[in-house]
C-alpha cells in the first residue's frame, strides 16, 4: 500500500510525499522516527487507466469562497436542526451547483462510510478546504460542537473574501487607466504624428527637439514592437516563476514589507490576517502551537511566516506567546502588548478578534484614501503624458505659420 503524507520538520518546513507500506502505523513510526511532525497521512488513491478527463475536477473551475460559505451555512443549520452527518451530506451532494465541490461532498460522505473521521474525509481535499477549514473542522468534531465552527469558518471566510476583493478593486482602477493612457500615446506616436511630419517636411518647416524625440520613439517602436509585446508577456511570467522559488519568494517578500507606504499595507494585511486566523482556531479550541503553524502558511508572507515560526520554536521551550512574537520585529508593539494582556487574562481569542477587525478596518480606510490621492494624481499624470504629446505633434505648427506670417 502506498500512503501520501505532509509533514514538518524541526524548523517548520513543509515536506510532501508517498511512502509504500504494509500498514499505516509502520509510516507513522517511520517518520515520527525521522523527527518529522506529521500534518496529514492518507492512503494515496489508486490512479485508474481509464480516467475521464474532467475540467470540474482537475480545478479548471475553481471553488469560490462564496460557495463554501454557501456550504458551511447550510450544513451547520441541517446539523443544529438534528439531522445526522451523512444525511446532511447527502443532500449538499445533490444540490450544490459548483460540480467540483459536489464531487468532494460525495467523496467526503464515502470517506466517512469506510470508516474515516470528518476532518480526516476533509483533509483528502487539499485543493479545495485549506488548513484552517480541516483545522476548524478537527476541533469542531472533536468537541462536539460542529454547527457553532462552521458558522465561525463561515464569518472568517467572509472577512478574508471582503479584504480580498477590495485590494483587488483597488488594483484594477490604476492598471485600467494607465493602459488606456499607454494605447493612447502609442497611436499617436506611431499612426497620428507621421502623417503631420510629412506635412511640415514638405513645407521645409525645421522639426522642434521634442517632435524629433517622439518621431524617434515612434520609429523604435515600429522597429521593434514584436519583441517589445513579447516582453511585455514573457518578463512577468519568468518574474512570476522566479517568485514562486524560495529565494525569489523571500526576496520579492522582503522587497513588499520595505516599499514607502505600500509595505505598511502589506504589513497589515498579514497582521490582520494573522489575527483572525489565530483568533478563530484559539476560539474553536486549536492549540495554540498547532494555531500558530497553521497562520504560517495562511499570512501569505514568508517573511512573516518565518518570524511565526521562531516564535514558535520559542514558545515550545516554555515562553510566552507576546515575547516572541515581539522579538520577531515584524509585528507592531500594540499586537504583542494585546496578545500579552490577553494571555494574563485568560482571553486571547477575544484579544486577537479585536486587533483583526482594528486592522481591517484601518486597512479599509488606508486603501480609500490611496485611492482618494492616486485618482486625480493619475488623471493629471495622463493629462501631461498625452497632453506632452499633443504639443509635441501640433508645435512645428506655430513654425510653419511665423513662416507664411
Not at 447550510?74 to 451523512?86: C, E, R, V, Y
Not at 507592531?332 to 486571547?348: H, K
Not at 513654425?399 to 506670417?405: A, E, I, L, P, S
Amino acid at each position: 500500500m502506498k500512503f501520501e503524507y505532509r509533514v514538518r520538520d524541526q524548523q517548520g518546513r513543509l515536506k510532501v510525499g508517498i511512502l509504500e507500506a504494509e500498514h499505516k502505523n509502520i509510516v507513522i513510526e517511520n517518520l515520527l522516527g525521522q523527527g518529522y511532525y506529521i500534518v496529514l497521512l492518507n492512503e494515496a488513491p489508486i490512479i485508474s487507466s481509464n480516467l475521464r478527463f474532467d475540467f470540474n475536477l482537475y480545478g479548471l473551475k475553481k471553488v469560490r469562497t462564496r460557495d463554501l460559505v454557501t456550504l458551511n451555512r447550510q450544513l451547520s443549520t441541517m446539523l443544529a436542526a438534528g439531522l445526522s452527518i451523512m444525511s446532511s451530506l447527502k443532500i449538499l451532494g445533490e444540490q450544490t451547483a459548483n460540480k467540483r465541490l459536489k464531487n468532494a461532498v460525495l467523496k467526503i460522505r464515502e470517506d466517512i462510510e469506510a470508516g474515516l473521521a470528518l476532518w480526516e474525509a476533509f483533509a483528502k481535499h487539499p485543493g479545495i478546504f485549506s488548513e484552517i477549514y480541516i483545522s476548524m473542522i478537527r476541533a469542531g468534531e472533536l468537541g462536539g460542537v460542529m454547527e457553532v465552527v462552521l458558522e465561525r469558518l463561515s464569518y472568517h471566510l467572509e472577512r478574508e473574501q471582503e479584504i480580498k476583493s477590495k485590494l483587488k478593486s483597488a488594483s484594477i482602477y490604476p492598471v485600467i487607466v494607465a493602459a488606456f493612457a499607454v494605447l493612447v500615446i502609442f497611436f499617436i506616436i506611431i499612426f497620428v504624428m507621421p502623417i503631420f511630419v510629412s506635412m511640415f517636411e514638405s513645407s521645409g518647416v525645421r522639426l522642434p527637439m521634442p517632435t524629433l524625440i517622439l518621431l524617434g520613439m515612434g520609429a523604435f517602436l515600429g522597429k521593434w514592437w514584436p519583441h517589445i509585446v513579447i516582453g511585455i508577456i514573457v518578463l512577468p511570467l519568468l518574474m512570476k516563476c522566479w517568485g514562486k522559488t524560495i529565494n525569489g519568494r523571500y526576496i520579492y517578500d522582503t522587497l513588499s514589507l520595505q516599499v514607502p507606504i505600500i509595505g505598511k499595507t502589506v504589513s497589515r494585511i498579514a497582521v490582520a490576517r494573522f489575527a483572525r486566523t489565530m483568533g478563530t482556531l484559539v476560539k474553536s479550541g486549536i492549540p495554540v502551537l498547532q494555531a500558530l503553524e497553521v497562520t504560517e502558511d495562511v499570512v501569505d508572507n514568508v517573511v512573516i511566516g518565518r518570524a511565526i515560526s521562531r516564535a514558535r520554536t520559542r514558545i515550545k521551550e516554555g515562553q510566552t506567546i507576546a515575547d516572541p512574537l515581539m522579538e520577531t520585529g515584524v509585528f507592531e508593539p500594540m499586537v504583542t502588548q494585546m496578545i500579552a494582556v490577553g494571555e494574563e487574562t485568560g482571553s486571547l481569542d477575544e484579544m486577537l478578534m479585536r486587533m483583526s477587525d482594528y486592522y481591517e478596518r484601518e486597512l479599509i480606510y488606508t486603501v480609500d484614501a490611496m485611492m482618494a490621492v492616486l485618482e486625480p494624481m493619475l488623471i493629471l499624470v495622463v493629462a501631461l503624458m498625452v497632453g506632452g504629446v499633443i504639443v509635441a505633434t501640433i508645435l512645428p505648427m506655430f513654425d510653419m505659420m511665423n513662416m507664411v506670417g
